[in-house]
């Protein structure tokens, strides 16, 4: 990989014409990834995360904060300086589910675009899932194996059946890492009958996926979020397998939070400061599908906002 392409723009060095970006705002973290498109496989250039959290501040009429719009904002103006100089065909920006919910959504487009420079589109659940699981095909080995992924966000929650590079049914609930964060772990504190209520309360609504997405129509659960990478990169700090998550993995964290008491006391192996406010909430949403959809092994896939870049 040629260093001048990690450069940024500001150093009137000419962009590279075959590079591709995408840019997911999504509930709890803003994403971009650039990347180059050759014979169908995407070559990862560059990736940048900011945890701006939008999802958290959406107040009780369902409108994004000054807060909340003035993170953001500030986010893609540094991802805007790196984008100087690209093709608006060559970018594409997403919104999810928090600005599918705001109701003052059009009023942060608006100024989304102009820090930007470039587009901003709030897509569906149902695209969101098909992106996902399109991004998350292309890291996969191909095979004839049914696939359920899911991607536990910060406001919603995906759940796409496939196989190859097809995605037969989707579905998004409105339950994320970062909403049941703040609703059941809001003090911070964690207690056993917060976990039970938010387990409990998770569960209900995974429920309602109906019949069609039992493990009887899958052979393989993959997981590919942030909280799914979070959860994994603890696990294997404390003996488990790489990019693989068991019940009693999940059983075994819920354990070390209770111990920990409070978010703020949590001093865990591989756990990101910025994941620690949501990740009980984040915890607990797992326990529920995996209890939900009888899964016993979820094993952790890469690349799914790789699809932005040529869908």
């Known amino acids: ?46 990736y940048l995360k900011e945890a701006v959290r939008q999802g958290g501040d959406l107040d009780e009429d369902h409108n994004l904060s000054g807060d909340a719009i003035e993170r953001g904002l500030r986010c893609l103006a540094r991802f805007g300086e790196r984008l100087q100089g690209f093709d608006v065909s060559h970018v594409r920006a997403v919104a999810t589910q928090t600005l599918r919910e705001a109701n003052n959504r059009d009023v942060f487009i608006k100024l989304a675009k102009k820090t930007l420079g470039f587009d901003v589109e709030v897509i569906s659940g149902a695209e969101e899932a098909r992106l996902i699981y399109q991004g998350v095909s292309r890291f996969l080995p191909q095979s004839n194996e049914k696939r359920l992924v899911i991607d536990i966000g910060g406001r919603s929650t995906e759940f796409i059946l496939g196989q190859g590079f097809t995605s037969h049914h989707t579905a998004s609930l409105h339950v994320g890492s970062v909403a ?18 938010a387990e409990i309360a998770a569960e209900s609504i995974f429920d309602t996926l109906g019949h069609q997405y039992s493990n009887k129509y899958w052979d393989i659960a993959y997981g590919a979020s942030g909280t799914v990478g979070a959860i994994a990169d603890v696990l294997v700090q404390y003996g ?53 959809l009888n899964i016993e092994t979820l094993h952790v896939a890469s690349g799914a906002p790789q699809a932005w870049l040529v869908i």
């Open 1 to 46: 990989m040629r260093t001048e392409l990690m450069e940024n723009n500001t150093n009137n060095m000419p962009v590279d014409k075959s590079l591709l970006a995408a840019i997911d705002l999504g509930s709890n973290s803003f994403r971009l990834e650039i990347g180059r498109l050759d014979s169908g496989h995407i070559e990862r250039v560059e």
């Open 240 to 292: 488990r397998p790489v990019n693989t998550i068991t019940k009693e993995g999940l059983l075994w964290l819920r354990e070390e939070l209770l111990r920990a008491k409070h978010t703020d006391k949590l001093r865990l192996l591989g756990l990101k400061e910025d994941r620690k406010p949501v990740i009980a909430g984040g915890l607990a949403i797992m326990m529920g599908v995996f209890d939900a």
């Open 180 to 197: 049941w964060s703040q609703k059941h772990f809001g003090t911070g504190e964690l207690t056993e009958k917060a976990f039970t209520r």
